[in-house]
């Protein structure tokens, strides 16, 4: 593995280099290099710093120009408007570059030296509950940063914080306990083989069923609530039926997680009960600082910054006034966990937007703690909510939740009856296997090629289109490539520095070249839209050299071979930015 400098960090460590030289009384001078339209990239840094310097910038930029090595990276430069550098590459430091990137397996994209550990709190279902669409994105986006971060070295540890305590499971355990084998699966399966839709269907009815047994028989909910008091107590055989609806709640995770194509670990799970243990200590440690004060009886953390309607200050509660713990000590207590058993340097909780609030005063609590400080930081990823095409919240036309499932199944079947249009030599298995990757990548992919910030409109018949920027454009184009491999013969992808590039063989080279600096901006943003948006560029890019650059009946054997390098490349590239966003690439659509 070699890490393989592009580019544009060539050129800019030599524009950097004459600038110091140029002026050396300024220090390191940053070029402000970017792409640009008037050739591969402008210098735009020698303004600010003849202002600086009180210099003539047109004058600075020619001493720049003639103290520069082009080494032979650098074709031509020219001196536009105030100062600023035009610079076009050679063509054969693109092919060059690019080589050395198709010789390694990372692609030439480095790996981070001082990379640390980062606890990623992520997809986050609650027991005995049905998940729906407001699951999508915590899930979808986490599993991407997951990818990302430790693609460029971070040691990552998943967590998948479930709603596995509460009220609740008072009046569930209680009716399960009366009613012992509500939870059975057919005789015909093991726990094991059972599937999701049945444990799931298991749940429903039980709690529909311990529902209206709380809400119409007064014993019974008296004897729930007591049970309640004997889940908290850590009474053994109250413990062991909770146990038993964690256990069934998982199988339905779990054929949920793989229609969505995801890996989730038994060991990544550690629901809110997980932290139990810790609950009283936090509390105690927070009281004792002075952090927390007490205030009518519950345990509060008060902020100037946040105030309620009345204008009064919006308090965090740990604990309630009744000795009852909320939501906030069990984040605080996963906080503690997180910094000193997991040893993070940076906690994300991929978190819908609504809990901003929430989140920001218990990190804040944790820095006046000291539990978060300059080595560990906490971030909310704060993600948007799926709209329906209406515009509002996505839901069924009776106005409830949509079922992450039956929105997943849909997906599918949109996607299969696309393959199957464009099926060529495809057996009906296969089809169904792509119909899978396509369906589901598209739904990934629509998620994510989304700000996490914003809002995005759930469109089924958008997100599985051929045309535009989604997922199946992105597949079909590798799926291209990889047909034009198939037929090339005897002929091999192999790189010619010596040949002289058209303009759209450039235009893809130099984007290509730039798949180690995206990531790394990505990952440091926890922003896996920008990943998406580099590859869907990379699809057009070489859709449009496809167009214009005849590939197996180039001119030359040499050229035949060159635009093959250039189409594996550009494979090899969607294959591992879209595999880093959890699609798959299927070899034929």
Request: hydrophobic residues 40%; glycine residues 6%.
């Amino acid at each position: 593995m070699a890490s393989v400098p592009s580019l544009a960090s060539s050129v800019n460590q030599r524009v950097a280099a004459a600038l110091t030289s140029a002026l050396p009384e300024a220090g390191a001078a940053d070029p402000l290099l970017r792409r640009s339209d008037r050739a591969d990239f402008q210098a735009n840094g020698i303004l600010a710093l003849a202002k600086k310097a009180k210099a003539n910038p047109r004058e600075l930029a020619t001493t720049v120009l003639d103290g520069l090595d082009k080494g032979g990276v650098i074709k031509e430069i020219e001196v536009s408007g105030p100062g600023f550098l035009n610079i076009t590459i050679t063509d054969e430091a693109i092919i060059k570059t690019l080589a050395a990137r198709a010789a390694d397996d990372r692609l030439g994209v480095p790996v981070n030296a001082n990379a640390g550990t980062t606890v990623i709190d992520y997809a986050q279902p609650n027991v005995a509950k049905e998940m729906h669409v407001g699951h999508l994105r915590s899930a979808v986006i986490g599993a991407a940063m997951v990818e990302i971060l430790e693609f460029t070295g971070e040691k990552v540890v998943r967590r998948h914080h479930i709603g596995d305590w509460g009220t609740q499971f008072g009046m569930l355990i209680q009716y399960l306990l009366e009613h012992p084998h509500e939870l059975d699966h057919k005789a015909a399966e093991s726990d094991a083989q059972a599937s999701g839709e049945e444990a799931m269907s298991n749940l429903n009815r039980l709690y529909k069923a311990s529902r209206a047994l709380f809400d119409s028989d007064e014993e019974f909910k008296t004897r729930a609530r007591a049970r309640v008091v004997d889940l908290q107590a850590g009474d053994p055989e109250t413990l062991a039926l909770w146990q038993r609806f964690v256990d069934e709640s998982k199988i339905y995770f779990y054929s949920v997680f793989n229609k969505l194509d995801m890996d989730i670990q038994d060991p990544d799970i550690v629901g809110e009960s997980g932290y139990n243990d810790m609950l009283v200590e936090t509390c105690k440690l927070l009281e004792e600082s002075g952090v927390a004060v007490r205030s009518n009886g519950a345990l509060c953390v008060f902020f100037d910054e946040y105030k309620g309607p009345d204008g009064n200050p919006t308090p965090l509660i740990v604990q309630k006034s009744d000795g009852g713990f909320g939501y906030a000590a069990t984040d605080l207590s996963a906080i503690r966990d997180r910094v000193a058993n997991l040893k993070a340097n940076s906690i994300i909780y991929v978190v819908d937007a609504r809990q901003s609030l929430h989140f920001k005063m218990v990190f804040e609590t944790a820095r006046r703690a000291g539990w978060l400080n300059e080595d560990t930081k906490a971030v909310q990823l704060a993600f948007g909510t799926v709209l329906g095409k209406d515009g509002k919240p996505f839901k069924t036309r009776e106005g409830e939740t949509v079922r992450l499932v039956d929105l997943l199944d849909e997906a599918v079947e949109r996607a299969s009856a696309v393959v199957r249009e464009k099926a060529q030599d495809l057996t009906e298995e296969e089809i169904a296997e792509r119909g899978a990757q396509v369906g589901i990548g598209a739904v990934k992919y629509a998620d994510l090629s989304t700000s996490a910030s914003r809002d995005y409109k759930f469109d089924l018949d958008q997100m599985v289109s051929l045309t535009g920027d989604t997922s199946v454009y992105l597949q079909y184009a590798y799926a291209r490539i990889q047909s034009i491999l198939r037929k090339s013969g005897e002929a091999r992808p192999a790189a010619h520095p010596e040949l002289e590039l058209t303009a759209s063989e450039r235009a893809l080279g130099l984007h290509l070249d730039g798949f180690g600096e995206l990531i790394a901006e990505a990952a440091a943003e926890y922003a896996p839209h920008k990943l998406a948006a580099y590859l869907y560029q990379l699809a057009s890019l070489y859709t449009t050299f496809y167009a214009e650059c005849p590939v197996l009946k180039a001119d030359t054997p040499q050229q035949v071979e060159n635009r093959l390098f250039l189409c594996d490349l550009t494979a090899a590239t969607l294959t591992k930015g879209m595999s880093l966003l959890g699609i798959r690439t299927p070899e034929k659509l």
